[in-house]
């Protein structure tokens, strides 16, 4: 069965520095998403990606943030300047519809100290 | 304001037995509701999805319901095995404009003992 893949499925890095977080999403989808969890809180959602633009995007999604499809299999999330605050797990999902069911990644968990 | 409220907030059964996790919500305009199990560490899996027309879907021994009028939803749980221990996360989407926005709730962590 097909599925989204995320990696690094661990990422240490210092306050300050840009990251970069990659993502494949299922190969026939159109719609790619963003979402984080910060440990022991609910999930959010980041930014939605169609058709090689942000179609929404959260409050949270400010100008640290930025995605790209930088090929036809890749998606990803940079954070410039990475926070203390922006410790937590960024998941993945793709789906074939705006509306359909959304199929996420195993998740890329995100440290800054 | 947008929000996705669900309760228990966490839930220990016995294996075999069923269970009810609710989830009420105040989101406009209603696009679609869906069910997601999360096991720990990983990313959520989608259990069921439910647009406003349709008020009951099952998969296997999971089955929601919606009640878009007091936008409440149920998804029960029957026959639980001990794979069931997990998050399960309720989910609305708004849509605006042609695009959809999600609130998650919060989960509900179930623990189902042997």
């Known amino acids: 069965e097909p599925e989204v893949t995320q990696t690094p499925s661990h990422q240490v890095t210092q306050m300050g520095q840009e990251v970069i977080l990659r993502c494949v999403p299922i190969?026939?989808?159109?719609?790619f998403y963003w979402y984080r969890q910060i440990l022991g809180q609910k999930v959010e959602f980041l930014v939605s990606f169609y058709n090689n633009e942000i179609s929404e995007k959260s409050e949270i999604f400010d100008d640290q943030f930025s995605v790209e499809r930088p090929d036809g299999s890749n998606f990803t999330l940079k954070i410039r300047s990475t926070k203390l605050e922006d410790s937590a797990m960024y998941f993945c999902?793709?789906?074939?519809?705006?509306?359909?069911?959304?199929?996420f990644g195993p998740g890329t968990r995100l440290t800054v100290t | 304001k947008n929000q996705v409220e669900q309760s228990p907030q966490s839930l220990i059964i016995l294996e075999g037995k069923n269970c009810t996790l609710q989830?009420?919500?105040?989101?406009?305009?209603?696009?679609?509701l869906r069910w997601y199990k999360q096991d720990t560490g990983r990313g959520p899996v989608s259990l069921t999805i439910m647009t406003f027309s349709e008020n009951t879907k099952s998969n296997g021994r999971y089955t929601a319901t919606l009640d878009a009028d007091t936008k409440q939803s149920s998804l029960h749980i029957t026959a639980s095995q001990l794979s069931d221990s997990a998050s399960y996360i309720c989910?609305?989407?708004?849509?605006?404009?042609?695009?959809?926005?999600?609130?998650f709730g919060r989960g509900t962590s179930l623990i189902v003992h042997p």
């Open positions: 989910v609305v989407s708004a849509e605006e404009r042609g695009s959809y926005i999600p609130t």
């Open positions: 190969s026939n989808h159109l719609y």
């Open positions: 989830c009420n919500y105040t989101v406009s305009p209603f696009s679609n």
């Open positions: 999902a793709s789906s074939t519809g705006s509306g359909a069911g959304q199929y």
